[in-house]
């Protein structure tokens, strides 16, 4: 499985193009944001023949959700975000004046779906798990692929640190209580890829993450 990572837009979040050995691929968190990122990745799903099959954001924020608009257009493909941030979903726009002052000019694709606990996303010969991690926002999930022993954690758990609980819907105690879910569910060695910052795996954030004593 091929990992690639774009680091992008105002708030330096991570998109993530990934793909098997079909060609067949999902992008996670769709941040692309300025001409330059948005050409890159375009360029990138093509340069490399990949046949793109899902749009999943690990949650509605704006930052993960910018270049939603050139997956619809340059790939016909709508977003897919879990359905306990539906609200959020629909207030893209507002998101954008709040966290940047940023007048969003183009149109949204409308959702594809609203997941839910333990539907899959699935591409050539892979699949990932969706597993709900309410706190960052009410619908922040991890995506799971337990062959690979790799999860997309979103805004939930960044290396040594966790997403914030400050923003509208957000809640530290419902945050805490899904990161203590997590050493039941993955397992140790599992590599992190967050939506900010470097991958990270489990153990190392239970040995020096001051928010995963539990
Ligand atoms: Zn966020």
Redesign the pocket.
């Known amino acids: 499985m091929k990992i690639q990572k774009f680091e992008v837009n105002p708030f330096q979040e991570n998109t993530y193009v990934i793909s098997d050995e079909t060609n067949e691929g999902i992008v996670v968190d769709c941040g692309v944001f300025y001409k330059e990122e948005r050409e890159a990745l375009v360029r990138y799903v093509k340069d490399n023949k990949i046949t793109l099959k899902h749009l999943v954001a690990t949650?509605a924020?704006i930052?993960?959700n910018f270049g939603n608009n050139t997956i619809f257009e340059e790939f016909g493909l709508k977003p897919e975000v879990y359905g306990a941030d539906e609200t959020l979903m629909q207030k893209l726009a507002q998101q954008a004046m709040m966290f940047c002052n940023y007048r969003l000019d183009y149109e949204m694709p409308p959702v594809e779906r609203y997941l839910h606990q333990g539907d899959t996303i699935a591409f050539g010969t892979h699949e990932f798990t969706v597993i709900p991690t309410p706190g960052?926002?009410p619908g922040?999930v991890f995506l799971y692929c337990k062959e690979e022993n790799i999860a997309f954690s979103?805004?939930t758990l960044f290396r040594m640190s966790i997403?914030?609980t400050d923003?509208e819907l957000g809640s530290f105690k419902d945050i805490t209580e899904s990161l203590s879910k997590l050493p039941s569910i993955l397992l140790k060695d599992t590599i992190i890829y967050p939506?900010h910052g470097p991958k990270t795996t489990l153990e190392y954030e239970l040995e020096y993450n001051p928010y995963l004593k539990f």
Do not use: K
């Open positions: 949650h924020h930052d993960h960052h926002t922040s979103g805004d997403g914030r923003f939506g």
